[in-house]
């Protein structure tokens, strides 16, 4: 039975997109047909394995433009390739890193958590820039920088770039969680050194993810894990011989069904992409057209107010209720929708909205999604009791003239 089918309208794909088919029928042939470790595969199967493997890094490049000096390190997700990036940076006795604790690292106010943390926990001074001027960006040594908002959807292309021309010799990061396999760029001409991403945001399973970064970089991360297949040789006494990149910094068994998943997720991602053509063009799609309409029309709900609308995202709160309140009263009609501090406190305390409500789409969402939203919405103040306070409190006014 489909979703519409079901009566559910999920509209948080923001925090994990729908699945794509192609991407469920793909994990699932790699576990019925094949099921190998693609470590050194002596037989067809684990061959096989590792050609899955290979193809899918080699999509994930080309799906974002990249020229030969950059490489994919396959990870769960956008954290762990952030964790990972900012864990293998740190210069110590171990030969890996460039930087010191002390470096100057710099994350956008717009970031979520997971392009915060791993740099706060792990270096003396970070700051979260406001303005992106030079007094906050003033000898820089790394710059990670938000690809689109998770809280507004706003894409920040135009930032990235006039960074990367402010700060030419700062490690520039992108946090692409929101950002890969929707918006077309090449990562190449934006001159990013590193970007994170997840592919369960658009389409492919849950568990992997990644870190695609400038080989040269590459070569000096520490690794995250330690362990079996990021190793050429082990001596019970004598340093390791650690394998080249990438397999150095993927240590262990890696989700091979999901990396399937992700393949076919990216190949549908980039058919669609290139039909969008530019970004700027998303409000023109269809898609895009029904998201302004359903802004419009809670914006012409009594006590809505919509504080960010761009791409597939909308963002508002209800006069009088708390977003996890309105969450509730949605999930009553099969209309899910996230709420709270969507893993970006600063960014919200900063705005000064506090929780907010987050509905987010995917490019195909079309107008049972924006209807079903809209007439939810409509009804949560009602169902709060707070329309029916104002009349009751009416009848109250009335009964005392009488
Ligand atoms: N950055 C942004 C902007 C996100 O939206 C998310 C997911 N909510 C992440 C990072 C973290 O992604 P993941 O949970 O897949 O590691």
Redesign the pocket.
């Given at each position: 039975m489909s979703e519409k089918q079901r009566g559910e309208v999920y509209l948080d794909n923001?925090?994990?997109a729908k699945k794509h088919p192609n991407a469920i029928n793909a994990e699932a042939h790699f576990y019925r047909e094949i099921n190998a470790n693609p470590l050194r595969g002596l037989y067809k199967k684990s061959v096989q394995a590792k050609t899955g493997v290979d193809e899918a890094r080699k999509a994930v490049l080309e799906l974002v433009k990249a020229d030969k000096s950059y490489t994919v390190i396959f990870s769960?997700?956008?954290?762990?390739?952030?964790n990972m990036v900012a864990n293998g940076l740190i210069k110590d006795t171990d030969g890996f890193g460039v930087i010191t604790r002390g470096a100057k690292i710099v994350v956008d106010i717009e970031?979520?958590?997971?392009?915060i943390l791993p740099w706060k926990q792990r270096y003396k001074e970070i700051i979260i820039a406001k303005n992106m001027d030079a007094r906050e960006l003033f000898a820089a040594d790394v710059v990670s920088l938000?690809?689109?908002?998770?809280v507004t959807g706003k894409c920040f292309l135009k930032r990235i770039e006039t960074v990367r021309r402010t700060c030419p010799k700062a490690i520039l990061g992108v946090?692409g969680?929101?950002m890969v396999g929707h918006v077309p760029f090449n990562i190449t001409r934006l001159g990013v050194d590193f970007m994170?991403f997840?592919g369960?945001?658009f389409g492919a399973p849950?568990g992997i993810?990644g870190l695609i970064i400038k080989k040269e970089l590459a070569e000096k991360l520490r690794p995250l894990n330690y362990g079996g297949g990021a190793v050429d040789a082990v001596s019970e006494d004598g340093e390791p011989i650690f394998a080249e990149i990438p397999e150095r910094l993927e240590a262990g068994t890696m989700p091979v069904g999901a990396i399937f998943g992700l393949k076919s997720a990216v190949k549908v991602a980039k058919e669609r992409i290139e039909d969008l053509g530019a970004i700027d063009r998303f409000d023109e799609t269809t898609t895009g057209r029904f998201i302004r309409e359903a802004v419009d029309d809670l914006r012409k709900i009594k006590g809505v107010k919509v504080l960010a609308a761009n791409n597939l995202i909308i963002t508002f709160q209800v006069k009088g209720v708390h977003p996890h309140d309105v969450a509730q009263v949605l999930a009553e009609d099969n209309v899910m929708v996230r709420a709270g501090w969507?893993?970006?406190e600063p960014f919200l305390r900063y705005k000064g909205w506090g929780p907010v409500i987050r509905a987010s789409f995917m490019e195909d969402s079309d107008s049972f999604y924006i209807k079903a939203l809209v007439d939810a919405v409509s009804k949560v103040r009602a169902k709060m009791g707070l329309e029916d306070n104002k009349k009751r409190k009416n009848v109250r006014r009335n009964s005392n003239r009488s």
């Open positions: 923001a925090a994990t769960r997700g956008a954290t762990e390739a952030l970031s979520h958590h997971s392009n938000t690809g689109v908002s998770n946090d969680a929101q994170a997840s369960h945001k849950m993810g969507l893993c970006a």
